[in-house]
T-cell receptor, first 112, second 115 residues
Framework: SQQGEEDPQALSIQEGENATMNCSYK?????LQWYRQNSGRGLVHLILIRSNEREKHSGRLRVTLDTSKKSSSLLITASRAADTASYFCATDRPSNTGKLIFGQGTTLQVKP | NAGVMQNPRHLVRRRGQEARLRCSPMKGHSHVYWYRQLPEEGLKFMVY????????ESGMPKERFSAEFPKEGPSILRIQQVVRGDSAAYFC?????????????FGQGTRLTVV
């Protein structure tokens, strides 16, 4: 079964607003990663948060991790039209081979 | 340092033909992962290889699919006798030997269309 599940599945906001996406997972993890995918393109790594971390920032991105609830959130502040893309969380499990388990993704549309 | 290179970017095959997808990992990376993405879905793990070894193929379909990562040259994902359901984007990722808590680097993908 799919490890990660994101919600919402789709999100539409105006430029300048903040966008929040959530990810839930089922098993223990080594770390959780967020990726962006523009339509028809490859994946761009955004941020990695380790299981012993609770919050991480990178530019306009803020990621939180709650291992007790097995959930993570990605916040994009002051969104831009260029942020329009699909966003995926992926978990890397302990004692695993390094393979990532992806969620179904959140499609974000930022209207200019 | 070039990123992960996949080719071709787009591949069209008729039903019953063979598809060969290539992945050259980043320089110094000895671990390769293949993922498949169906339209409107997330990526699904297929296989994990190190040089000349298949480490984890738990996500590979039992028939028609095979993968290799030879000592020299790119990793190859081979799909024999393709069917329409094989149409998808196939992504390759690579990582160093001791990845630890670091990211995997993805290629741009090969989009396979079976007609």
């Amino acid at each position: 079964s799919q490890q990660g599940e994101e919600d919402p599945q789709a999100l539409s906001i105006q430029e300048g607003e903040n966008a929040t996406m959530n990810c839930s997972y089922k098993t223990s993890i080594n770390n959780l990663q967020w990726y962006r995918q523009n339509s028809g393109r490859g994946l761009v790594h955004l941020i990695l948060i380790r299981s012993n971390e609770r919050e991480k920032h990178s530019g306009r991105l803020r990621v939180t991790l709650d291992t007790s609830k097995k959930s993570s959130s990605l916040l994009i502040t002051a969104s831009r039209a260029a942020d329009t893309a699909s966003y995926f969380c992926a978990t890397d499990r302990p004692s695993n081979t390094g393979k990532l388990i992806f969620g179904q993704g959140t499609t974000l549309q930022v209207k200019p | 340092n070039a990123g992960v290179m996949q080719n071709p970017r787009h591949l069209v095959r008729r039903r019953g033909q063979e598809a060969r997808l290539r992945c050259s990992p980043m320089k110094g990376h000895s671990h390769v992962y293949w993922y498949r993405q169906l339209p409107e879905e997330g990526l699904k793990f297929m296989v994990y290889l190190q040089k000349e070894n298949i480490i984890d193929e738990s996500g590979m379909p039992k028939e028609r699919f095979s993968a290799e990562f030879p000592k020299e040259g790119p990793s190859i994902l081979r799909i024999q006798q393709v069917v329409r359901g094989d149409s998808a984007a196939y992504f390759c990722a690579s990582s160093p030997k001791d990845r630890g808590n670091t990211e995997a680097f993805f290629g741009q993908g090969t989009r396979l269309t079976v007609v």
